[in-house]
């Protein structure tokens, strides 16, 4: 028996989460920040999981499954520090795929469980383990989707598709939205895809534009940026979650950096404390770090400027962890390379 041609009409439509991604609100923050500095804040968290990353996850999967490299029933593997895993577990179920995720114990209770609630399977590896380490949250990846036979690795952190879709996407978007009128971008960075992408995009169009990137302590980034040297001393574990590195990844364009601020965890934490209690905007610790990134930015300045800056997640995700006063005492980091 044919079904009713609106039905067939309506199982050809996308569904939510393919229908959500992007087009995030760009808001003007009114309190934080001194007269004739314009800092202006793109709401990532309005994305179906809540992040940034949905974006460049479902442009990766498109480009798997027009490749045949995702055929149904496989088992999307990924490496994650939460968002990128909450992309991953979103879509797989949507589109009726597996999911293994690998990610540090560092990462919060709340993220876990949402990877947990989409059905994915979770693999937690200790914060501390050094990057060639088996035992390393990448390298676990690694082995599980080299092992499983037709799995698919998202490999954010390498996959040039990471940053594609943010020159292709977020960069039009922040252009769109401020009708070209921005004098610099900050954003902190992991894979470097959000800052790399949105980078390029918008010197291409004006390359006046300035490109600030707030690295955690622990991180090599900031090293790395100065000296153009790897220099694993400076890596060590930090709170701050989804952010800053212990090697260098692929998708990291340094060619459109043009500085880099290097932020404790505190100061993270409490920018994104203060984002919420004088913006009402409740972001994550990597919101935190580029907001502190705005201020430096400021306090620099001696005329007037537009800052774009990102908010990647929600703070919902991290209320038992930086939100909560007694998680804070013993998060302040103090370390320097």
Not at 52 to 75: F, H
Not at 297 to 303: C, N
């Amino acid at each position: 028996m044919e079904r009713p041609q609106q039905i067939n009409d309506a199982l050809a439509q996308p569904t939510y989460v393919d229908s959500s991604f992007g087009n995030t609100p760009l808001v003007t923050l009114r309190r934080l920040f001194p007269p004739g500095i314009v800092v202006q804040a793109k709401l990532e968290y309005f994305n179906p999981s809540g992040s940034v990353k949905d974006r460049i996850v479902a442009y990766i999967i498109d480009d798997a499954e027009n490749r045949g490299a995702l055929r149904p029933g496989s088992t999307i593997v990924e490496h994650t520090s939460g968002n990128t895993g909450a992309a991953v577990a979103m879509i797989a179920a949507a589109r009726g795929y597996h999911a293994i995720l690998t990610m540090p114990d560092k990462v919060s209770p709340e993220k876990q469980a949402a990877l947990r609630a989409y059905g994915a399977e979770v693999v937690v590896c200790p914060t501390d383990a050094p990057p060639d380490s088996p035992k390393h949250y990448v390298e676990r990846a690694r082995y599980i989707a080299a092992e499983r036979e037709g799995s698919f690795l998202v490999g954010q952190y390498d996959n040039l598709k990471n940053r594609e879709a943010h020159y292709h996407t977020t960069g039009p978007e922040i252009w769109r939205q401020t009708q070209g009128h921005i004098d610099y971008l900050v954003a902190s960075a992991s894979t470097g895809g959000t800052i790399s992408g949105v980078g390029r995009y918008l010197k291409e169009r004006n390359p006046e534009i300035k490109v600030v990137m707030p690295d955690p302590l622990g991180s090599i980034y900031e090293h790395y940026f100065r000296t153009g040297i790897v220099n694993s001393n400076c890596a060590y574990p930090y709170q701050v979650e989804g952010i800053g590195e212990d090697h260098i990844a692929g998708c990291m364009d340094f060619a459109v950096i043009d500085d880099v601020l290097t932020f404790s965890d505190e100061q993270a934490f409490l920018a994104a404390r203060r984002l919420a209690r004088y913006e009402g905007i409740l972001g994550g610790g990597s919101a935190g770090a580029n907001i502190w990134g705005c201020l430096e930015v400021a306090r620099r300045l001696k005329s007037s400027a537009r800052i774009v800056t990102i908010i990647p997640d929600s703070g919902l995700k991290y209320l038992t962890k930086f939100y909560d006063d007694t998680w804070m005492h013993n998060a302040v980091n103090t370390r320097t390379c």
